[in-house]
């Protein structure tokens, strides 16, 4: 069995990873942190509050660290939890949602772990609707799973 775990570094990504492992310990986990270019951030930006974006693409190879970075945690975590756990980070080509269908379409996952709701600012993994959106767009089961304080969003 392969799951897949979508991880942002949020409480409620962190409650996901928890629950997984008390769910299914010893699974093999695939955790998922997914960014978006600055760039592509800019782009999507209403005009009225465009930011002039340097395109030399260093800012995004340090994002793409720190996103890496930050799903090595995520497995790290997992792992604590009790998961046979791996990292992976990939960037967004769609939307984030699509881009957590897509990866786990590709892993064959049985099963997508998501919390309901992510960090809050540009460089959220579950922004706004996306853990519903992964919900109603995949071809597999999906555990949502509310954030700590039992609020969900």
């Known amino acids: 069995m392969t799951i897949l775990i979508a991880y942002d570094g ?3 990504s962190k409650a996901a990873v ?5 769910l299914f310990p010893g699974q093999h986990a695939v955790v998922l942190t997914v960014w978006e270019r600055l760039a592509m ?24 660290q ?7 945690h995520g497995a790290e ?14 960037v967004d080509s769609v939307a984030v949602w699509s881009t957590i269908v897509d990866v786990a379409d590709e892993l064959d996952a049985q099963l997508i772990v998501t919390g309901t709701r992510g960090l809050g600012g540009v460089r959220s993994l579950l ?7 992964v919900l109603h767009h995949a071809h597999r089961p999906v555990l949502v799973v509310p954030g700590p304080n039992g609020k969900g969003g």
């Open 127 to 133: 922004l706004g609707s996306t853990s519903d959106r």
């Open 18 to 22: 928890a629950f997984a492992g008390k």
């Open 77 to 90: 975590l997992a792992r604590e939890a009790g998961l046979d756990a791996t990292p992976r980070c990939d």
């Open 66 to 72: 720190a996103m890496s970075e930050l799903a090595r």
């Open 41 to 64: 951030t800019s782009a999507r930006t209403s005009a009225g509050l465009m930011v002039a974006v340097d395109q030399s693409g260093v800012e995004d190879e340090a994002i793409g």
């Open 10 to 12: 949020s409480d409620d």
